[in-house]
């Protein structure tokens, strides 16, 4: 699902608390339309959201990028400025 469509999907989620009837189901429908759109159904949506979320490894530190001149690491304080 593109960023924008979650975007909006996920606006439309929100109403799906409103007070009004119509409002919430004009919501739910707007909601699996965009969902079919998107070759997903509201158990796929689930599904996915409650997949881990991967986290990155931190870099090991003869991985990180140095400066020419220095041999500093490229964030570190005053690096490349000497």
Known sequence: MEKEDARRLAKLCGLLGS???GERASAAL???KLL????MTWSDLVHRAMLPVPVAPEPHWS????????????????????
């Open 30 to 32: 707007m909601a699996t």
């Open 19 to 21: 007070d009004h009837d």
């Open 63 to 82: 991985t990180v990028p140095k400066t020419e001149e220095t041999g500093a690491p490229l964030f570190a304080r005053g690096a490349g400025t000497g």
């Open 36 to 39: 079919k759109m998107n070759d």
